[in-house]
């Protein structure tokens, strides 16, 4: 069985992958979903959720079958104690592992180049050039809630259902007509006739 790795710093935006991980992690799907950490320490949520991380970013064996990382926005980015993330995302990059990041997760992505040369979005661009002086990706960057590019979904903060939905389709989890439905219940709340 495939894995999806959401990786987890302190603060992290628990709301913003709960979505997907939710539909990810049922049995049908032939994925499960796991925690990754820069340590084994407990992460401690803005909603105050503490989780217990799966693998430690120092051994990095779990990419060996993961399929996907998810990383979910939150307080914690801009500490420079979570630059080992950038490692992990630079070796599933190499793997042709897929990585979805939304809100500040992008701007970690942005500051480190990996944004540079792809379609994405963000919080919004000056936002990205304030949390990453270094980026490079402007001629890249779409004004959309979510956008998926090749190897890599990126979405703003007030978008964890655009994420969800891309990243459903693009794992195969739901398609066609199942994720539209799915996608209309949650962000209007009805299913529509």
Not at 123 to 151: F, I
Not at 153 to 175: C, D, M, P, W, Y
Request: glycine share 8%.
């Amino acid at each position: 069985m495939r894995e999806v790795v959401v990786v987890l710093t302190d603060g992290f935006a628990d709301w913003e992958a709960s979505y997907v991980t939710a539909e990810i992690n049922k049995e049908r799907t032939g994925y499960r979903v796991k925690t990754a950490a820069i340590d084994p320490e407990l992460k401690t949520s803005m909603g105050g959720f503490r989780v217990q991380p799966d693998y430690e970013l120092s051994d990095r064996s779990f990419l060996a079958h993961t399929a996907m990382l998810i990383l979910p926005g939150g307080t914690g980015w801009a500490e420079e104690r979570h630059e080992p993330i950038r490692e992990l995302v630079e070796e599933a990059v190499q793997r042709n592992i897929e990585v979805a990041a939304i809100c500040d997760a992008t701007v970690f992505l942005g500051r480190h180049g990996f944004l540079d040369h792809k379609a994405h979005t963000g919080n919004t661009l000056a936002y990205m050039r304030l949390g990453a002086p270094d980026y490079r990706g402007e001629a890249h960057y779409v004004e959309a809630q979510a956008v998926s590019a090749p190897g890599l979904i990126t979405a703003n903060g007030s978008a964890a259902v655009e994420f969800s939905k891309h990243i459903l389709e693009r794992l195969g989890v739901l398609q066609g007509r199942e994720l539209d439905e799915w996608y209309h219940i949650f962000k209007s709340g009805y299913l529509s006739q």
